[in-house]
């Protein structure tokens, strides 16, 4: 949990919100921005082990849908990341965030550049996988 941190860094966290919608792309893209928020609340420490979680289950999701077609492969993979977003959002902020007080900071310029590497890698496996 939070020791000391001054108050002025808490209300420069990202939101809930910003997180869900960055995972939804790719929890890769959420855990960038809860480690950022980590981060700012001087509980850095944190960021490895929710680093090394994402990632393995970033990995699995790839293992386990590797060789499906096209659209199930999307569906399943876009519902695990909103799984993983939900994930991050409620148990992870309650272990490491709590219920500290906070003013939202949306993080439009950070979802913005997710969201077109998040395209862009949607396209580039909707079309690779694509039967010949």
Do not use: C
């Not at 808490?10 to 997180?19: E, G, L, M, Q, T």
């Not at 003013?103 to 550049?113: D, G, Q, T, V």
């Amino acid at each position: 949990m939070l020791d000391n941190f001054d108050v002025e860094e808490k209300r420069n966290i990202y939101s809930k919100s910003s997180i869900l919608i960055g995972a939804f792309f790719s929890p890769i893209m959420g855990m960038i921005l809860y480690s950022i928020n980590l981060y700012r609340l001087g509980v850095g420490k944190n960021i490895l082990g929710t680093v090394v979680t994402v990632l393995v289950y970033t990995y699995i999701i790839n293992q386990r849908s590797f060789g499906l077609p096209s659209i199930i492969k999307l569906i399943i993979v876009l519902v695990l990341n909103l799984l993983g977003g939900i994930i991050l959002t409620s148990v992870f902020w309650k272990h490491h965030i709590g219920d500290l007080q906070y003013h939202s900071k949306f993080a439009w310029i950070p979802l913005m550049i997710f969201f077109g590497v998040g395209i862009i890698f949607l396209l580039i496996i909707f079309f690779n996988l694509r039967p010949v």
